[in-house]
Each structure stands twice: as structure tokens, then as C-alpha cells.
């Protein structure tokens, strides 16, 4: 299963799209750790200190918004 993660990190928001929930749980597993990394499309990405995510389980409708 495949969706969007939204990441908050101090005054920002990152969306990160068509990833799968494992991904999601790797990332969630490492919120409040100093540095946050996932494997992302064949490559290890640091997202830095990420606090709470939140699990969209489609893609996100940019046109309408959500």
C-alpha cells in the first residue's frame, strides 16, 4: 500500500508521495531522534529532526487542495 507521508519539521511541512506504509513506520519509528533517515527510491535520504508524521493512504488532490 502505497500513499503520502507529511512530515512537520519546526515551522515547515514536507510531503512525500507514492511511498509505501513501511516507509512511513520507518520514519514514524524514528520521530524525536536527532536525524531521520529512509531509503527512498534506491537511495538513503537524511529528513533531519522530522516530529510528528502523518499517514495519507492516496495520493494528495493538489488541484483541491487535500
Known sequence: MS???ILF???NVTFIEDIDISV???IKDQC???T???KLEDKIVNLGAVSPVYWHP???DWEYGY
Open 24 to 26: 512511513f513506520q520507518e
Open 58 to 60: 492516496d495520493e494528495v
Open 9 to 11: 519539521k519546526e515551522e
Open 32 to 34: 524525536g531522534c536527532k
Open 36 to 38: 531521520c533517515s529512509c
Open 3 to 5: 500513499g503520502t507521508a
